[in-house]
Nanobody, 121 residues
Framework: QVQLVESGGGLVQPGGSLRLSCAAS????????MGWYRQAPGKQLELVAR???????DYADSVKGRFTISRDNAKNAVYLQMNSLKPNDTAVYSC???????????????WGQGTQVTVSS
C-alpha cells in the first residue's frame, strides 16, 4: 500500500504565501515524477507543477514566477511554495506521484486526499 499525505493548506489573504507538503509512504521502490494538481469548483483538474526525480520541472503558465516546486528524494516528499497568491488560486490542491512499488512492477499514479487552499480577503 502507498499513501500520499498532504499538509499546509488553509486560508490566506491575496498576496500572501502558503507552503504545501506531501510525503509518500508505504511500499515504494522508486518515484519518478511528483507533482501538484488543483481543481477549483466547477472547473477541471489542472496541473500546477511537477518535478522529475532528476529535477526537471514544469509549471502551469498561471503560476510561473509565483510558485516553486521542490522535492526531497530521501524523504519521498514534494513541496509547493506559493507566493503572491491570488483569489483565482483558490482550489483543492492534490499531490501526485508516479512510482513503482517493486523492481518488477510497472509505474502507477497515486494521489493524496487533497488540501483546500482559499485566497480571500
Amino acid at each position: 500500500q502507498v499513501q500520499l499525505v498532504e499538509s499546509g493548506g488553509g486560508l490566506v489573504q491575496p498576496g500572501g504565501s502558503l507552503r504545501l507538503s506531501c510525503a509518500a509512504s508505504g511500499s515504494i521502490f522508486s518515484i519518478n515524477t511528483m507533482g501538484w494538481y488543483r481543481q477549483a469548483p466547477g472547473k477541471q483538474l489542472e496541473l500546477v507543477a511537477r518535478i522529475t526525480r532528476g529535477g526537471n520541472i514544469d509549471y502551469a503558465d498561471s503560476v510561473k514566477g509565483r510558485f516553486t516546486i521542490s522535492r526531497d528524494n530521501a524523504k519521498n516528499a514534494v513541496y509547493l511554495q506559493m507566493n503572491s497568491l491570488k483569489p483565482n488560486d483558490t482550489a483543492v490542491y492534490s499531490c501526485n506521484a508516479e512510482l513503482r512499488s517493486s523492481p518488477q512492477s510497472r509505474r502507477y499514479d497515486y494521489w493524496g486526499q487533497g488540501t483546500q487552499v482559499t485566497v480571500s480577503s
